[in-house]
């Protein structure tokens, strides 16, 4: 592995240590916080113990993924397909489930693998393609070439979670000779690589495939490059402000407690061993007896420096989560400020939906169905835009007056948040006649 990638991997680490909270971070031990010079063992799990870690990185993700799935996404799958709505993964995880790892992975790492695929026993006439999953942490090695005119994946190395002879089994994708192909390899104990298994070619209808039915999802788009981990300068903060906790409980063990001092010259038998209302010192004539107590402002300046550090984190977390309208402003106005501060999250919404689209058209073709059928659409309405009555009643009376039609009612009371943004005209025109429910008497009688 090269350099780049041990740092990419020590990076992503930090990130999921971040994310899993106090206990990650502590378990770490001295790869995050290192032990004071001439600090025992022991002295150094209480000094860890102490500390206190500020779980920013956490709180802005469930924030951030609280905005970018404030409404449900519009998923339409062809019938071949459909049954992706409910396992859409090698796990058996719903589409919807999919969706919100890929936002979290995506906004958090800068990188999420999807690979498209059928089930292991085979092809069969009724088989249902699937999508395995793969972390940053996994996708080990990536090589790009030039295939008629455009740069694609040539060469992927996915860690999994296979074992062979108690060895890690590692996935090789390789597009070789314009031909897909997939194979499995381990490394011995001279970390030379060992091929395991059998070279294995998919075919779709009898034949192989000419591409890698692999993506690389970003918050910079589907192209298969490195990126910087979005939330790496928030972890990196947080990791800092912990070793001032660190620091700044100890010190405060040690100093917050008066401690008494004696000076004379005084016998064995008559040093004390009690201190307290209910203990007598019987001392020399001219011993001195007095506190020692902390006057220094050094834990002060501890106090001061963690506070500029929380508030540098909520100042990288604020533009991930500005989501208000100002009192003075529009909702046009509001949307278009929100949409420059939430540009990582508008990246990150585009591209998990570019990625799974693209992978459920190829999906519908290997079935022989619609590829056109087959969608994944997420909200980018990342504030609260629902419509006041007023705005309501002023829809009527412009479906009323022959302006609009019931179709395009329908279509902003969907924008207004009055109607299910998945539901189309129709169907809710359906579902009125079906309830025995007629609404001309309230908006007209006019059909469309």
């Known amino acids: 592995m090269s350099k780049h990638w041990d740092r990419l991997q020590a990076q992503y680490h930090l990130i999921r240590d971040c994310l899993d909270g106090e206990d990650a971070v502590k378990d770490q031990g001295q790869l995050y916080v290192p032990k004071p010079e001439g600090m025992s063992a022991q002295n150094y799990t209480h000094y860890l113990d102490r500390a206190c870690f500020y779980g920013a990185p956490e709180m802005t993700?469930?924030?951030?993924?609280?905005?970018?799935?404030?409404?449900?996404?519009?998923?339409?799958?062809?019938?071949?397909?459909?049954?992706?709505?409910?396992?859409?993964?090698y796990?058996?995880?719903?589409?919807?489930?999919?969706?919100?790892?890929?936002?979290?992975?995506?906004?958090?790492?800068?990188?999420f693998g999807i690979l498209l695929d059928f089930p292991a026993d085979g092809a069969s006439a009724n088989a249902v393609p699937h999508i395995s999953t793969f972390q940053a942490e996994t996708i080990e090695d990536f090589s790009t070439g030039f295939v008629d005119g455009r740069k694609v994946l040539t060469r992927v190395h996915l860690a999994s979670d296979e074992q062979w002879e108690d060895s890690d089994v590692t996935y090789e994708l390789i597009l070789e000779a314009g031909v897909y192909q997939f194979r499995r390899f381990i490394r011995d104990q001279h970390k030379t690589r060992v091929?395991?298994?059998?070279?294995?070619?998919p075919t779709i209808n009898g034949k192989p495939l000419d591409y890698i039915p692999f993506l690389m999802v970003s918050h910079e788009g589907l192209r298969p490059e490195h990126v910087s981990p979005p939330f790496l300068s928030l972890c990196k903060v947080a990791i800092s402000h912990f070793k001032n906790s660190a620091d700044r409980e100890?010190?405060?063990?040690?100093?917050?407690?008066?401690?008494?001092?004696?000076?004379?010259?005084?016998?064995?038998?008559?040093?004390?061993?009690?201190?307290?209302?209910?203990?007598?010192?019987?001392?020399?004539?001219?011993?001195?007896?007095?506190?020692?107590?902390?006057?220094?402002?050094?834990?002060?300046?501890?106090?001061?420096?963690?506070?500029?550090?929380?508030?540098?984190?909520?100042?990288?977390?604020?533009?991930?989560?500005?989501?208000?309208?100002?009192?003075?402003?529009?909702?046009?106005?509001?949307?278009?400020?929100?949409?420059?501060?939430?540009?990582?999250?508008?990246?990150?919404?585009?591209?998990?939906?570019?990625?799974?689209?693209?992978?459920?058209?190829?999906?519908?073709?290997?079935?022989?169905?619609?590829?056109?059928?087959?969608?994944?659409?997420?909200?980018r309405d990342f504030i609260e835009s629902a419509m006041e009555p007023k705005m309501i009643e002023q829809q009527m009376k412009l479906y009323l007056s022959g302006v609009i039609s019931r179709a395009t009612l329908h279509e902003n009371l969907q924008k207004g948040e009055i109607v299910r943004a998945d539901r189309s005209w129709e169907d809710e025109r359906?579902?009125?006649?079906?309830?025995?429910?007629?609404?001309?008497p309230i908006i007209g009688t006019r059909e469309l």
């Open 195 to 201: 091929d395991v298994g059998e070279n294995h070619i």
């Open 250 to 379: 100890h010190a405060i063990f040690l100093t917050a407690s008066p401690t008494p001092w004696v000076a004379g010259s005084i016998p064995a038998n008559k040093v004390p061993t009690q201190i307290g209302s209910g203990a007598v010192w019987t001392l020399p004539e001219g011993t001195e007896v007095g506190m020692l107590e902390f006057t220094g402002a050094g834990v002060a300046a501890m106090k001061e420096i963690m506070e500029e550090k929380s508030e540098t984190m909520i100042s990288l977390g604020a533009r991930m989560l500005s989501s208000t309208v100002n009192r003075n402003e529009t909702l046009g106005t509001a949307t278009q400020r929100t949409r420059s501060e939430l540009a990582l999250l508008h990246g990150v919404v585009v591209s998990v939906e570019a990625g799974l689209n693209r992978l459920l058209r190829l999906a519908a073709e290997w079935v022989g169905d619609d590829p056109d059928a087959a969608s994944v659409s997420l909200s």
């Open 91 to 111: 796990e058996n995880a719903p589409m919807q489930v999919l969706v919100e790892d890929m936002v979290r992975e995506v906004a958090t790492m800068g990188r």
């Open 61 to 89: 993700l469930r924030a951030l993924v609280g905005l970018a799935l404030r409404k449900d996404p519009v998923i339409k799958l062809p019938p071949r397909l459909e049954p992706m709505r409910l396992n859409a993964t």
């Open 430 to 440: 359906d579902m009125i006649d079906e309830d025995g429910g007629d609404i001309s």
